[in-house]
């Protein structure tokens, strides 16, 4: 079943919301299509290319539909503490100029306070699923109060580790609510919803304006530190580089900081605050390479990343669309390198996507005829 949809512009839009959406030239096709079947309370489940604008193809109609001074109405459940932090600064950019409030509700940060801010009453809580249910159990989120749920990365919140906390949060839930679900890589689990959420609406964006260049450059295993030593001399470099093992990370932070790289490792066990220094950092450009698996890089918004590469190639093509959905986001271009160490390698770079292959000269990516 398909959404109906409205051709949506800024002129359906709160004119409070003028100035915070003026970076948005024009809404995408996901934020068009969601707007209307979430507007008339539909569940439904958008999956869309990373960089399409999810967060505000499901924000935009949930938060009108909000009602202030009621309290907890609107639940966002996001599977680690950095989308969740994304998520949230985005709600409140959007929520205060209609006087609505916000709380963050994540693992890892002051139970007490977070209880202390829920206990303001505000209209919406964004979440990690642990500390989400801990809440939930202690009756200080209180689930009848909610009349919509969003599950952002879906696919990767009906993984077991996560499931087992947020199917309690949902079977909490009374039986009217809102479900809607997002995510780049969620084309097979609709299925799989339909069970909680009744009537499930599938809106898909498989095309998106963005001009994303791939390719792949082969070199020896044992010269690839090398290779991204000189990639990382390209003028204006700022490369996301991707890694298939946590422990390669630091062996490899090793080696470029010894050649006087500016290349920092970002763990998914470091502190939320230095995390959030070092994305800062990068994004100011003052790390040239930000090292990264893909558990750490889950939920990073970075605006105008030129380059994603490979280092170890993605064992499947939802890391493969994840990773590379950090460039060429909002139809803006972007290069994806792929390191291709041998034939396994190449055989998998090739399932993803044909691409030619290039060498580096001169600080350039050449094609090889």
Same mark, same amino acid.
């Given at each position: 079943?398909? =959404?109906?949809?409205? !051709?949506? /512009? ?11 959406? *003026? ?15 979430? @507007? #008339? ?5 958008? /999956? ?6 999810? /967060?505000? *193809? %499901? ?7 909000? $009602? ?9 459940? =996001? ?6 932090? #994304? ?13 609505? &409030? =916000? ?23 964004? *979440? ?15 689930? !009848?109060?909610?009349? !919509? ?9 009906? $993984? ?21 679900? @997002?995510?780049?890589? +969620?084309?097979?689990?609709?299925? &799989?919803?339909?069970?909680? +959420? ?33 990639? +990382? ?16 990370l630091g062996n490899a932070e090793e080696k470029l900081t010894y050649q006087n790289i500016a290349a920092v490792s970002i763990a998914s066990d470091i502190s939320g605050r230095f995390r959030k220094t070092i ?8 790390? /040239? ?17 030129? %380059? ?9 093509? $939802? @890391? %493969? !669309? ?39 000269? +001169?600080? $350039?990516?050449? @094609?090889?005829?």
């Amino acid at each position: 079943m398909q =959404a109906s949809n409205l !051709t949506l /512009t800024k002129n359906d839009l709160p004119d409070v919301w003028q100035a915070p959406l *003026a970076a948005v030239a024009d809404f995408t096709d996901v934020q068009k299509k969601s707007f209307d079947a979430i @507007s #008339q309370g539909q569940n439904i489940l958008a /999956t869309s290319p990373t960089g399409t604008g999810k /967060t505000l *193809a %499901y924000l935009l109609p949930s938060l009108l539909k909000i $009602e202030k001074k009621r309290g907890q109405q609107l639940l966002i459940l =996001a599977p680690n503490s950095e989308l969740a932090g #994304q998520i949230f600064e985005v709600v409140k950019t959007l929520s205060e100029p209609l006087g609505l &409030s =916000a709380n963050l509700i994540i693992s890892g940060a002051s139970i007490k306070r977070q209880i202390e801010r829920i206990k303001k009453a505000p209209e919406i809580l964004v *979440a990690t699923p642990g500390r989400a249910l801990e809440l939930v159990k202690d009756k200080k989120i209180k689930m !009848t109060s909610i009349n !919509t749920i969003i599950l952002d990365e879906v696919d990767n919140l009906l $993984e077991d580790s996560q499931w087992r906390f947020v199917k309690p949060i949902i079977t909490r839930t009374p039986k009217n609510y809102q479900f809607i679900a @997002s995510s780049a890589t +969620a084309h097979d689990v609709f299925s &799989s919803m339909q069970d909680f +959420a009744p009537d499930l609406v599938e809106i898909n964006v498989e095309k998106t304006g963005s001009s994303v260049d791939h390719f792949m450059i082969k070199v020896e295993n044992r010269k690839k530190i090398d290779l991204l030593r000189q990639i +990382a001399h390209i003028p204006g470099m700022r490369g996301l580089v991707f890694f298939n093992r946590l422990e390669d990370l630091g062996n490899a932070e090793e080696k470029l900081t010894y050649q006087n790289i500016a290349a920092v490792s970002i763990a998914s066990d470091i502190s939320g605050r230095f995390r959030k220094t070092i994305i800062e950092k990068f994004k100011n450009g003052d790390i /040239t390479l930000l090292l990264a698996t893909d558990i750490a890089a889950r939920g990073l918004d970075i605006d105008d990343l030129d %380059y994603v590469i490979n280092f170890d190639i993605p064992v499947n093509l $939802e @890391s %493969y !669309t994840h990773r590379t959905g950090r460039t060429g986001r909002m139809g803006k271009s972007g290069t994806i390198v792929n390191i291709v160490g041998n034939s396994f390698d190449e055989k998998n770079v090739k399932k993803y996507q044909k691409q030619p292959e290039k060498m580096l000269k +001169a600080g $350039e990516f050449i @094609s090889i005829k």
